[in-house]
């Protein structure tokens, strides 16, 4: 009888000793896998800015400026045109033969006629480049540097980027810290933000990426990139009124621009012709529309034309008060805003659109033209 007590104890003992160990390999193993998951995101994030810094540039804009000075001796004044730098801003290379894409904002702050723009690049070479343009459409310009087999961003896809990716945002901080990394997450899809430019003039950016990675001033027009090294936005501008707030124009937006300014050396913007309004349950609710979705066609606040003459949206009868809600048979939303759904297209593409009107739904085929900058 005793021997039996003494075997079930040692029995026990054994289970529980098996158990223990059990439990033991049971609880390190979520802290070992995030060990390893946190060193796995570390050497993808160094990964990522190895691959991506080589394609990123430091801008500095300059322009003349006329200069008084006064000879106090003589009792005269001459004025003189002296160079001087107007702004700073980043960049980054898009093409082995040199174009460079950053924020219009950037290139803003001189004369076009006058101005001089300086690239500098990550191993420190020097140049001075030419301005394609600036894109009419969203707060885009392409620089163009004359050199060959230069580093460039892969493109990457901001409609496959969701919330919480972890991305990284490369600029040219406070014009002193060329090149400074931040990291975050993308906290938001589809944001409409309004922005100042140099000007003061104020500008709506439709359908951005709101990140909590640090966007400081100078990292205009720097890229916003995913672990794998590939760009998926454009940095264009930070809300000062909270922490971590920075966004980035969605790459998939500046997608048509970079492949006509590879194909033809400029920029090609299509147009469609109507300002509007993005729709939400509290406009539908003022207005009373039929429609909580969509792009409501109105007048904007200065008063320009719902409808612009002579334009693909005029020629094909569209009127103040439609909403656009499809396009093609995609959604028109936040997530895939009336702007962004053209911008997919090319001048003399045919498009279907499903609009309502008052309460009929009517559709229309629109041949679109280009944008044209005077």
């Known amino acids: ?36 998951f946190n060193l796995d995101e570390q050497a993808a994030t160094i990964a990522a800015i190895n691959r991506a810094m080589p394609a990123v540039v430091s801008i500095v804009v300059y322009d003349q400026e006329t200069i008084i000075e006064i000879n ?12 001087v730098s107007k702004g700073q801003g980043t960049g980054f290379i898009i093409s082995a033969d040199g174009y460079v894409l950053t924020n219009k904002h950037v290139v803003e702050v001189a004369d076009a006629k006058t101005a001089e ?13 030419k301005l394609i343009g600036k894109d009419p459409i969203h707060d885009l310009a392409v620089l163009k540097i004359a050199e060959t087999k ?11 980027s969701p919330i919480g990716l972890t991305v990284l945002a490369i600029g040219n901080a406070l014009g002193r810290y060329d090149n400074s990394v931040t990291k975050g997450i993308i906290g938001g899809l589809g944001r409409t933000v309004v922005a100042s430019d140099p000007n003061g003039d104020l500008v709506s950016l439709e359908g951005v990426l709101q990140t909590d990675a640090e966007i400081n001033e100078g990292n205009s ?20 009124g909270g922490a971590g707030l920075g966004f980035a124009i969605p790459i998939d937006d500046a997608r048509s621009l970079i492949e006509s300014v590879r194909r033809t050396g ?23 529309l039929a429609k909580d979705y969509g792009a409501y066609i109105t007048k ?6 719902a409808i612009v003459a002579d334009s693909p949206a005029s020629r094909a009868d569209l009127r103040e ?7 093609n048979g995609i959604k028109i939303d936040d997530n895939n805003t009336l702007l962004s759904m053209i911008q997919r297209y090319k001048p003399g593409d045919k498009i279907g659109l499903k609009i309502q009107r008052g309460q009929q739904v009517i559709v229309k085929t629109v041949v679109l033209d280009e944008f044209k900058v005077e």
Not at 20 to 36: D, L
Not at 117 to 129: G, H, Q, S, T, V
Not at 300 to 305: L, N, Q
């Open 1 to 36: 009888m005793k021997v039996k007590k003494l075997l079930l104890l040692f029995c026990l003992l054994v289970a529980a000793t098996g158990a223990g160990a059990v439990i033991s390999h049971y609880w390190a193993s979520p802290a070992a896998t995030a060990g390893k």
């Open 300 to 305: 904007d606040k200065a008063g320009g034309e």
């Open 321 to 327: 008060g439609d909403i656009i809600f499809e396009v």
């Open 150 to 160: 230069l580093p460039y961003l892969e493109m990457g896809s901001s409609a496959n």
């Open 117 to 129: 723009y300086k690239i500098i690049l990550n191993n420190k070479k020097e140049y001075y480049a």
């Open 72 to 83: 106090s001796g003589q009792n005269d004044a001459q004025s003189l045109q002296k160079r």
């Open 266 to 288: 400029r920029i090609i913007r299509v147009r469609l012709g109507v300002r509007y309004q993005m729709v939400d349950p509290y406009l539908a609710s003022e207005k009373q």
């Open 221 to 240: 027009g720097g890229p916003l990139v995913n672990l794998d090294g590939k760009v998926i936005g454009i940095n264009v501008a930070v809300d000062k």
